[in-house]
């Protein structure tokens, strides 16, 4: 019997899970696949264009990348390394794990990453733009640092629904510890649920 994939509880800020460094995948396996699968289907549940294994609490390095903004096409990256970075660029960022909350963050304009995918044939993804951004915040996760790490503190806004606003949303400045206090909070409230 094929087991239907899942959406997984993503960790919040703060979750210790998130701030240690991922453990390398040793073997390719029906377990993994599941949990590739399952990432895909909560990644794309949650609008998102990126996941870390981290984010839904396993410490493994793999990740998964949307091959575009408007494509639910993923890209499986399993033991990925960066080899090659070029230029930067400042841009707005966000994260499953800090929901709502935006800020700049300086990335590469380009970048090349090898892998391995679910097969355990070698791969590399070459990304510009949104992709090399993307590309290093998930790379980001594997050591365990979250945008919030390195976000240019003045730019951290929580993003507010406000239908008077062309985009349907407000900014609200924040600063990081007043935001790494409200996800403490999340996660207390979670525990609670």
Excluded at 41 to 49: C, D, I, K, R, V
Excluded at 54 to 73: E, H, K
Aim: proline share 5%; with cysteine.
């Amino acid at each position: 019997m094929t087991r239907q994939s899942a959406v997984r509880r993503i960790a919040y800020c703060g979750d210790p899970v998130l701030h240690r460094p991922a453990s390398r995948v040793r073997r390719i396996d029906d377990d993994l696949r599941t949990l590739l699968d399952d990432m895909t289907e909560t990644m794309l549940e949650a609008n998102g264009l990126g996941l870390a294994a981290a984010q839904v609490g396993v410490p493994l390095s793999v990740v998964i990348v949307r091959a575009d903004a408007d494509s639910d096409t993923v890209i499986e990256l399993i033991n990925p390394r960066m080899i090659e970075i070029e230029g930067e660029e400042d841009g707005a960022e966000g994260c499953l794990s800090l929901p709502t909350l935006r800020g700049s963050v300086l990335r590469p304009a380009r970048a090349v990453v090898e892998a391995i995918d679910r097969e355990g044939d070698e791969i590399a993804i070459e990304g510009e733009g949104m992709m090399a951004r993307c590309l290093a915040h998930e790379l980001d996760h594997l050591v365990g640092r979250v945008f919030i790490d390195v976000v240019e503190p003045e730019s951290l806004c929580w993003l507010r629904p406000d239908e008077h606003e062309d985009t349907g949303y407000r900014t609200e400045p924040t600063t990081i510890e007043e935001a790494r206090k409200a996800f403490d909070r999340m996660r207390e409230q979670r525990k609670g649920s």
